[in-house]
């Protein structure tokens, strides 16, 4: 049950941190917004792209799952077409 009216017609995963796989080098972690035809919105949202400068990506997600993500980007939508997949944080 939502608590909200306007939150009536957001994705299930609304307000839950998740995990963006992308068919790129891109995988994206933040609070879920919505998930709309134009793609997955996130708010508070990192992104880890394999092959730049920083920590590889298992121990990436470790470190996010277990302290949370430090958010570089307010708001993004990663479009559609990029998306493969979509999971909860604590599930990994």
Known sequence: MRTFREHEHKHDLHG??????????ELWIGRCDDVVEAGVVLRDADVHR????GPPRAQWLERARSFGVWPRHRHVVVPAARVTGVRRLAEI
């Open 16 to 25: 839950i941190t998740v995990v963006v796989e992308t068919d790129g080098a």
């Open 50 to 53: 394999e092959g730049e400068a």
